[in-house]
């Protein structure tokens, strides 16, 4: 049957296709109450995709709670490899073993562990991300998710990862959810986000109207209807599709439909007890059906899914000419859809309502033999599917037998660990837990308990996960197991820690050690003792924690363990480093790299590189810095684990801000901000977004601080009590307070943060002494001035310039001016030296103000330039009004751009310029007036600009409408 009444909608979608086809990608949500034709107008898209030469992936979320992990995906790009030769399929995934996680023996090898899930499930969403761009290079993309309400929260964060990620390239995903939608956590957090990127469009599907509904009862009867019968599918269908077609079948089946010339019309005298209710509609024709049809259907409500026609004839214990007509007459009610998949003849229930309706009349025995029933299929068939096999011995009850439910559901669980679907394997797991605690294998209960445990973590429950952890430790140390017992006290020291409980993180590090101490040497104890270091040091215990190194250093030359010895010499470095002894912490580093270059293992190799950085960024040598940031960027990228690219893009921002470089410094962070959303939670990526938020104070991006302060602050609420974390953000807060010239908060941060500032936290020494010389606090910013360049290597150090730098300004508040030009010349000589140049300009600055006269304001000029050429616009402001106080006129402004604009940034600000309103470039660019306006928010931030009118003289100037296609 055609469709009807939808072609607006379908008009929305095509639009979306054509703009996809051209670099453009949206994502188009169709959204409506059940049955009222999401899938149709998808299924039409579909059919316009291939028209246009797209590459079509389509997945369906099951429902029932019958999902498997990553469902949707597994089965549209799934298909998509399968449906390629060997040799394609190869080249297709050459270089991406992650994928292999998710599609097994289709995908050759596994990759490395990381051991840290975090970073280990970006990895696995960049290689989706990357085949996706593959097939995009040969096709533009359809990426259809259908019944997206059903997704499963693994599935919607993937999701979400790949709209970002692939924003600029030919896909158009397209999703099918319901009204209600954002009762559903997962993929109410997706529309958000989408929407406030400007990524998402939705196309909303209305109840269809009287006129409408005529159209449609034509179509399906073959001829019009009389206005008694519209009367009553008006009345009763409330315009949805799915409903009316019901009726109509139902009525016509039940011989309550007749023609009155060629008219059809209720049959004369007859009383329909048609249904009001949605789910009537449904249980009607349900009820009506033969006993062996009914069972075909309740099999197939219990399966979710389409099931192949040998299977369904087992289940049904029907020989293939009784289920052929069963089938038969289930498709002719409308109530089954007959599909070939592979060649294999499938069937399925034509809508979800239908498999929602027939599941819960089914009374709870008749369930519980049918998922038995499937799980005995599957042991026999595919016995390696664990998460659907899990599915059914979940629902099966005491129809199967305990002990083999117990290995199914507890290999399902680790298995949804590794793929980092954590809700589902905290149902899987919980329920192996109950069985064991009815009588499964008591044996098995530690193990179980501490996966679960994980799971609960990884998903924010870390109370719950303590108090499993807590279930574990105590089973495993009446089993005699020590080894597990040590890793449940590291586990829950560290979680302790999370939590703020410093006695309960002491107990468990001393409890641990006494229980692996007593044994062999172990990875377990070495696992340990790395986390002893952190934590202790973090609670300022140096004492302790460099007896931990020690501890781990004589660990690893008893294990004869290369990756153990990295691990003591990383730890060993970033304690020194902590306890302020940077010499010291650069050469362990040093010893540090070395090691791991011989260990073959790319990760601690990539965390050498960066320590490296770290104890050298306080020196300023931007040239050793870019060394290892880039050799530690290649490394990642060789990873394939995105946190890890964002944190060494933003080391070389960092270089690049230091040797002057600014445009290629802020185009870097402008990377790490966009990218650092779609990463997760691991710490890396936190730290990213950080650095590049400090480096944006600098430069008075007031609106990118705020943005990214509130971005990292609701995203990782989690690591609050990390002070790594924390100590990266108050930075940020202290330039954004001084910003806004509220020095109060600016100082109370300071205050607040500074005695928990070790030789890690150089940005936050400068950023409380820059708050306190503000505050004109020069006593407590001189207090500070020691311990500034402590935190560098050498002596002639960009902390050793900063600290002459701040003396000289607290100096000339005090009233010494003679000390104050001696110590701001020198610092902008050592700057100079160093070439530093936005410092040097700075001190420059300071020097001027102090000194007056034509050699002041002279200085001022010079620094004056140097902001401006830099982009430094606060500090191109105060250089302008010290000149102003000094009595000398400056030079005509110089317009700062804050940022780059995209490509289609760029080409909305030509469209404003051109005099365009948002309505109309949305409709020129075939986009939302949403995203008009999300864009122009973004230009104005960038280019300075307040008005329509600034932004028209700045494109003018700029020469880019010369550059505009018509």
Avoid at 924 to 943: A, D, G, Q
Wanted: hydrophobic share 50%.
């Amino acid at each position: 049957m055609d469709l009807v009444g939808r072609r607006t909608e379908l008009s929305s979608v095509a639009a979306a296709l054509d703009a996809a086809a051209t670099g453009t990608a949206r994502v188009v949500g169709l959204v409506g109450e059940a049955g009222i034709g999401k899938t149709r107008v998808a299924r039409e898209a579909v059919a316009l995709a291939e028209q246009r030469g797209f590459a079509v992936l389509t997945g369906r979320a099951p429902p029932l709670e019958m999902t498997v992990a990553y469902a949707p995906m597994l089965e549209a790009l799934g298909g998509y490899l399968r449906a390629l030769d060997v040799v394609a399929r190869a080249a297709m995934t050459n270089g991406l073993p992650e994928l292999g996680i998710l599609f097994g023996s289709l995908i050759a090898g596994r990759p490395e562990p990381l051991a840290d899930p975090a970073l280990e499930q970006s990895r696995l969403f960049e290689a989706v991300a990357r085949v996706m761009e593959r097939i995009e290079q040969h096709a533009p993309i359809l990426l259809l998710i259908d019944d997206a309400h059903e997704a499963d929260a693994a599935s919607i964060a993937l999701l979400h990862y790949l709209c970002r990620r692939l924003d600029r390239r030919r896909v158009i995903t397209l999703l099918t959810y319901r009204a209600d939608a954002d009762s559903l956590r997962p993929l109410r957090d997706l529309r958000s986000s989408l929407r406030r990127q400007g990524l998402l469009d939705e196309v909303v599907l209305a109840p269809l109207s009287r006129t409408t509904l005529a159209e449609l009862a034509t179509a399906q009867l073959g001829g019009p209807v009389n206005e008694a019968l519209l009367d009553l599918v008006d009345s009763r269908a409330g315009g949805v599709p799915l409903f009316a077609e019901t009726m109509l079948t139902g009525l016509l089946q039940a011989g309550e439909l007749s023609l009155a010339g060629d008219c059809w019309t209720l049959t004369s005298g007859a009383a329909p007890d048609v249904p009001a209710l949605a789910r009537d509609v449904i249980l009607r024709p349900l009820e009506r059906l033969a006993a062996a049809d009914r069972k075909v259907a309740d099999i197939l409500a219990i399966a979710g899914e389409p099931v192949a026609h040998d299977r369904l004839a087992a289940l049904a214990a029907a020989d293939d000419e009784a289920l052929g007509a069963a089938t038969a007459r289930l498709v002719a009610r409308g109530l089954v859809d007959e599909v070939v998949a592979g060649g294999v003849v499938c069937y399925g229930l034509h809508h979800p309502l239908i498999a929602e309706v027939a599941y819960s009349e089914m009374g709870e025995a008749q369930r519980r033999r049918l998922h038995a029933a499937f799980a005995a299929m599957l042991e026999r068939d595919e016995p390696v599917d664990l998460q659907r096999l899990a599915r059914h011995y979940r629902h099966a009850g005491p129809h199967v037998e305990t002990d083999r439910a117990l290995d199914v559901l507890a290999a399902a669980g680790a298995q949804a660990l590794a793929v980092h679907a954590n809700r589902d394997a905290v149902a899987h797991l919980s329920a192996a837990l109950e069985l064991q605690r009815t009588g499964g294998q008591v044996g098995r209960t530690a193990g179980v308990l501490e996966q679960l445990g994980d799971a609960l973590e990884r998903i924010g429950e870390l109370g719950a996960a303590v108090g499993i952890w807590e279930d574990a430790l105590t089973a495993s140390s009446g089993a005699g197991d020590p080894l597990r017992a040590g890793r449940m006290h590291r586990k829950l020291a560290a979680a302790e820690w999370e939590r703020g409980r410093l006695p309960q993180v002491r107990t468990h590090l001393g409890r641990g050690l006494e229980s692996l101490s007593a044994h062999a040497p172990s990875r377990e104890l070495a696992e340990l003792r790395v986390t002893e270091v952190w934590l202790r040091a973090w609670m300022r215990e140096f004492d302790a924690a460099a007896h931990a190194v020690a501890e781990l250093a004589d660990l690893a030359a008893g294990l004869d363990d290369p990756g153990v010895t990295v691990e003591a010499l990383l730890a060993q470095s970033r304690l020194r480093s902590m306890d302020v002894q940077p010499v010291a912490a650069l050469r362990t580093a040093r010893r540090a790299l070395d090691a791991a270059e011989t260990a073959d293992d790319p990760l601690l190799l990539w965390r050498a590189h960066d320590l490296n950085v770290t104890c050298l960024v306080w020196d300023g040598d931007h040239t050793a810095i870019r060394r290892h940031a880039t050799a530690a960027l290649a490394l990642a990228r060789d990873l394939a684990v995105p946190a890890l690219e964002l944190r060494s893009s933003a080391m070389l921002a960092v270089a690049d801000f230091f040797s002057g470089d600014w445009e290629s410094a802020f185009t870097l962070t402008a990377t790490v901000l966009e990218q650092a959303p779609l990463v997760g939670q691991p710490r890396p990526a936190v730290h990213s977004a950080a650095i590049a938020a400090v480096l944006h104070g600098y430069r008075g991006d007031v609106a990118t601080v705020e943005r990214v302060l509130a971005e990292v602050q609701a995203a990782h609420g989690r690591l609050d009590h990390d002070p790594g974390v924390r100590m990266m953000l108050v930075p940020a807060e202290i330039q954004l307070a001084l910003s806004r010239g509220d020095l109060d908060a600016a100082t109370a941060l300071a205050d607040e943060a500074l005695p928990g500032a070790s030789g890690f936290h150089g940005w936050l020494l400068m950023a409380a002494a820059e708050a306190y010389l503000r505050a004109d606090r020069w006593d407590d910013a001189l207090a500070l001035v020691p311990r500034i360049p402590d935190t560098a290597v050498s002596e002639r150090s960009l902390t050793a310039g900063e600290a002459l730098r701040i003396e000289g300004v607290a100096r000339a508040g005090l009233g010494a001016p003679e000390r104050a030009l001696v110590c701001l010349h020198q610092a902008g000589e050592l700057f100079s030296s160093l070439d530093l140049p936005f410092f040097a300009a700075r001190a420059h600055l300071d020097w001027g103000r102090v000194r007056r006269g034509p050699e002041g304001a002279a200085a001022v000029r010079a620094s004056l330039e140097v902001f401006e050429r830099l982009g430094a616009s606060v500090f191109a402001d105060q250089a302008r009004q010290v000149l102003r106080n000094l009595g000398a006129v400056p030079p005509p402004r110089r317009r700062v751009v804050s940022g780059p604009l995209s490509p289609r940034e760029r080409e909305v600000a030509c469209l404003a310029a051109e005099g365009l309103t948002a309505a109309q470039i949305a409709e020129r660019l075939v986009v939302s007036p949403h995203t008009v306006r999300t864009h122009l928010k973004r230009i104005h931030e960038r280019l300075s600009v307040s008005s329509r009118a600034e932004l028209t003289r700045f494109v003018v100037d700029a020469g880019w409408l010369a550059d505009t296609p018509p």
